[in-house]
């Protein structure tokens, strides 16, 4: 039987005298001399062992050469029968790629799973994008790696950034490709991860493809399906509303054909709705830009855009208290309508709660404003009254603002006004629609309908109840589920850096991130340094140690 002798973790070569001496690390693996002196040094006067992945103890001043020799080892591969034909070693030049083992077995398994191919998707080129910008790009055609069933070739994918890599090191040895997206995800928090499992999750629903990982600015991007025709763009002719021309109050056949379009654009907006909370998730904001057409005219939520939306939706909060700590209501007022302004409709629950979490204290009295499924109705309505009467509702909450400095009788004035400017643009036709909508607009969460009661509402525009014996209530969320809000999420949080009062915010994701883990490792060298805590030794790997010790 033909004797194997040991050999490096690292580069694989029989271990020698000469080329592959054979150093003992301070957890007790052998890793050649030559592969220690190429592995990263992230920190000084320690190492990770490439077998076992602990942070030990070592001398970059003094080099391997300071590290103890396996002796039996060399005893074994030099004590071999001469004629025994060794293998052509293999200089040590060149990269090496490696998947390193920092995290469990389960952590690597469900991940594996949303990980695309570094060429399955091919990044269109554009400008500076910063964190809060979509990239767009495609799947290449006939592309072997395209392992999804659903991905199309040449098929138009949005891209938004996620994580970056903790540690970019220009060493001979580095981490492969799934080791980089294992790293990034690793290294950012479990309320993170758990959130980009929800979304994750929304393959169907949603279009997302999955993870993809950009190797020349090192960064981890969510993947989902784009399509050219957003609800604006694909109905130019709605930019004013169905009826936002209507001054007379009279319906006529011309305007009840749009209404007919405008149901079938809210049908599909609600359904849309609908899917995303049957997955636990709530938007907490929506615009136009939120929504796209596929290729059969159905309408889906972009998630992508959606996740963009919320993180500018966050810098301008930021920038608009300009390091203050407390607002009163007229100032709430003001940054409300410039949201609306800007066609990103935040609910009133929601926008209270992302100003607390950036540490604002409020004059109104938020106790009692919770966020759930209901407040994505708000949202909702907004976007229906943006296709049925056009730009007129962001400047009745505009003039809302001006003449209240009471931020309930803002938004209670502004649904009074949605509510004049139905009647006269109707008049007397679709009640139930003009009292719903209305009722969408409601401060209070609970006092609002259900999406489900608005889809039906809509329907009824176009089916009569009595005709309709398709409609069933068994689908419908499950509204005292919980819920998690993607703009109050991780996801949307900002590295930020405030100087002056005002946001710089950063393409890398993980400078915030990567700040508790980096001390953590900086708490244990020194701890290493000041010999208050203990490297592993020897005695902590005996079955690794012995006479034909191989360093696995």
């Known amino acids: 039987m ?3 002798l040991p050999e490096c973790p690292v580069c694989l070569q029989t271990y020698d005298s000469d080329q592959a001496i054979p150093r003992v690390l301070a957890c007790g693996h052998t890793v ?49 029968d001469a004629d025994y034909q060794k293998p052509h070693k293999r200089p040590i030049t060149g990269h090496y790629e490696f998947l390193p083992r920092l995290w469990s077995d389960q952590f690597y398994s469900f991940w594996k799973e949303w990980v695309l191919p570094n060429d399955g ?78 979304i994750l999750r929304q393959c169907k629903t949603c279009g997302v493809y999955g993870l993809w990982y950009d190797l020349d600015d090192h960064c981890l991007y969510l993947v989902c399906e784009r399509w050219g025709c957003g609800l604006l763009e694909k109905n130019s002719e709605l930019r004013n509303g169905v009826v ?11 305007i009840e054909d749009e209404i007919f379009c405008f149901a079938m654009m809210g049908m599909e907006i609600c359904k849309a ?60 007022g003001i940054i409300s309508t410039n949201l609306i302004k800007k066609e990103a409709y935040l609910s009133p629950e929601v926008f209270i709660e992302l100003l607390q979490k950036e540490g604002i204290e409020l004059v109104c009295d938020s106790s009692t404003y919770s966020v759930g499924y209901g407040s994505d109705v708000w949202s909702l ?52 629609l003009q009292r719903i909508l209305c009722e969408c607009l409601n401060f209070d969460l609970k006092n609002r309908p259900l999406v489900a009661d608005v889809w039906k509402c809509i329907r009824e525009l176009i089916i009569k109840p009595q005709f309709d014996f398709m409609v069933s209530r068994e689908g419908s969320v499950n509204e005292h589920n919980n819920a998690h809000c993607l ?32 001390g953590d490792d900086k708490d244990f060298i020194e701890g290493l340094s000041g010999s208050t805590v203990k490297s592993i030794n020897l005695q902590g790997h005996l079955d690794c140690i012995t006479g034909l010790a191989v360093g696995v």
């Open 244 to 254: 936002g021309g209507n001054e007379d109050g009279l319906v006529n056949s011309a």
């Open 121 to 198: 998707v091919l990044v269109e080129p554009s400008g500076d994008e910063d964190f809060c910008d979509v990239v767009h790009g495609r799947i290449p055609p006939s592309s072997p790696s395209v392992v999804r069933c659903w991905m199309k070739d040449n098929q138009n994918v949005s891209l938004v950034k996620i994580a970056s890599l903790s540690f970019v090191n220009d060493s001979m040895f580095s981490f492969s490709y799934m080791g980089q997206i294992m790293d990034c995800l690793n290294s950012t928090k479990e309320e993170k991860r758990h959130e980009l499992g929800l």
């Open 2 to 4: 033909e004797l194997q």
């Open 381 to 432: 309505a907004c976007v229906l009254l943006r296709l049925l009467i056009g730009n007129p509702f962001a400047e009745l909450h505009m003039r809302s603002a001006k003449r209240h400095s009471d931020y309930l009788e803002v938004y209670a004035e502004c649904r009074d006004e949605v509510r004049s400017l139905l009647e006269t643009k109707l008049g007397t036709n679709f009640v139930a």
């Open 487 to 518: 703009v109050l999420g991780e996801l949307c949080q900002l590295p930020k850096e405030i100087i002056r009062g005002s946001l710089a915010v950063k393409t890398d994701e993980s400078n915030r991130e990567n700040v508790d883990h980096v």
């Open 273 to 332: 709705i609908i899917g995303l909370h049957s997955e636990g998730l709530v938007s907490g904001c929506l615009a136009p830009s939120c929504f796209n057409f596929d290729g059969l005219g159905h309408v889906f939520v972009d998630l992508n855009e959606m996740l963009a939306m919320g993180r500018k939706i966050r810098r301008s909060l930021v920038e608009s208290v300009s390091g203050r700590r407390r607002i009163d209501d007229k100032e709430m």
């Open 32 to 80: 050649c001399e030559a592969c220690i002196a190429l592995l990263p040094q992230r920190f000084s006067d320690t190492i990770r062992c490439p077998a076992c992945t602990q942070l030990v103890k070592y001398s970059h001043l003094q080099g391997p050469s300071a590290l103890p020799k396996n002796i039996d080892l060399l005893r074994l591969c030099l004590g071999q």
